[in-house]
């Protein structure tokens, strides 16, 4: 299994990105997908993520300014995000969850977003 993600670059602060992502290999039907970030020095954070059947969360910093989506047919989930902060900055992961074993996560390689003050 693979996840490719895309869309990551340099912003200045209050401009929009937005971030792509898409499963690949045998994975079967994916029960949750989503987006994490990791500034340096860090944990990784939950940013937003969308179940199958649409339900989405948020982190409390993103909420109002991020919006999480995904294609079921593509296996792809996107993240598009506005108003971006220089807190913002980090890198930014996908998350796939199979329905099949939802304890298991597959990761993308994780796509860097800069933002200038």
């Known amino acids: 299994v693979q996840l490719q993600a895309c869309g990551g670059g340099m912003v200045q602060a209050g401009g929009s990105l937005r971030l792509s992502c898409t499963a690949s290999g045998t994975i079967g039907v994916i029960w949750r997908m989503g987006w994490y970030r990791q500034a340096p020095g860090k944990q990784r954070e939950v940013v937003a993520t969308?179940?199958?059947?649409?339900?989405?969360d948020y982190a409390a910093s993103v909420e109002g300014r991020f919006t999480v989506s995904r294609d079921n047919a593509k296996n792809t989930v996107y993240l598009q995000m506005g108003d971006l902060q220089p807190e913002d900055a980090a890198a930014y992961y996908c998350?796939?969850?199979?329905?099949?074993?939802?304890?298991?996560?597959?990761w993308g390689q994780g796509t860097l977003v800069t933002v200038s003050s």
């Open positions: 998350n796939a969850q199979p329905l099949i074993n939802t304890a298991t996560n597959y």
């Open positions: 969308v179940t199958s059947g649409g339900t989405a």
